[in-house]
């Protein structure tokens, strides 16, 4: 049984499967957001915009710079974890077919500042739909001015707007910036599905946010 609006009114599984669904095949998430989110003034005023892109949509120079970040700032935590760290096996995920990346530029030189790589995906169980940040990377001259926060506002629009129910992500232990910055100043808290909530020994937590009610009634009529 399909609903006005599309989507399967079945169990709370194919519900949720038929959301992501949609979400799948939207070309540009972006614009299902208010527009003004696209510029983006940080604490120490410079001017940035935003743009979302599939892996084979950026240009050579940017997938690049996405890979070299992302090791410049990730590569010793991979290192001190159980993972280890796997350049080829990263820009796998990366290039994932459902993998979209939120891209954030400088507007006084064009230059490469921060990204996020997110996917719309089922969460801890399979009748709950998420945006999973599976990458958020600012740059280090631009960290602590405000990019990181803006970027998780914006993920967080989105699975509004696409009737996610929450915003997932997975933090290493030993990443004590990052624990902070997700826990203390956004508010997170430990999934239901992380390891240390189901018994079990790992060095990292998955993380999560749930998307009010009220925000996804609002935002939806
Ligand atoms: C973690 C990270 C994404 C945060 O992004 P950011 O743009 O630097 O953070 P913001 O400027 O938006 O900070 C928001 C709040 O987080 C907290 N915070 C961020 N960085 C912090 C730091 N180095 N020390 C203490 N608190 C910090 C602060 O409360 C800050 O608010 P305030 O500046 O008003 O005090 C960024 O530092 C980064 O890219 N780190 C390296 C890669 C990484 O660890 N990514 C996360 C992988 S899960």
């Known amino acids: 049984m399909t609903s006005k609006n599309g989507i399967n009114s079945g169990g709370k599984g194919c519900r949720a499967k ?56 990730m590569k010793s935590f991979y290192e001190s974890s159980s993972c ?8 796998k995920e990366l290039r994932h077919s459902t993998a979209r990346h939120l ?5 006084e030189d064009n230059r490469l500042v921060a990204f996020s790589h997110f996917r719309f995906e089922t969460g801890g169980q399979e009748s709950e739909c998420c945006v999973y ?23 967080y629009e989105i699975a509004v707007a696409f009737r ?3 915003v997932m992500l997975t933090v290493f232990d030993c990443n004590s910036i990052a624990m902070h910055f ?28 749930n998307v009010t009610q009220s925000k996804l009634i609002t935002n939806t009529n």
Request: glycine share 4%; aromatic share 6%.
């Open 18 to 73: 038929a959301l992501i669904a949609v979400a799948n095949q939207s070309d540009d998430p972006l614009l299902q957001v208010n527009p003004s989110v696209r510029t983006f003034v940080d604490h120490n005023g410079r001017q940035h915009r935003l743009e979302c892109h599939r892996w084979d949509q950026l240009d050579a120079e940017t997938q690049q710079w996405i890979q070299d970040v992302t090791e410049h700032n």
């Open 84 to 91: 280890g760290w796997n350049r080829s096996q990263k820009e």
């Open 103 to 107: 891209v954030v530029r400088s507007e």
């Open 133 to 155: 940040c599976y990458e958020l990377q600012v740059e280090a001259s631009h960290q602590r001015s405000g990019v990181g926060r803006h970027l998780m506002e914006v993920l």
């Open 164 to 166: 996610m129910r929450k």
């Open 182 to 209: 997700y826990t203390h100043s956004l508010k997170y808290r430990i999934d239901r599905s992380s390891p240390s909530r189901c018994q079990m020994t790992a060095d990292y937590q998955i993380l999560c946010h």
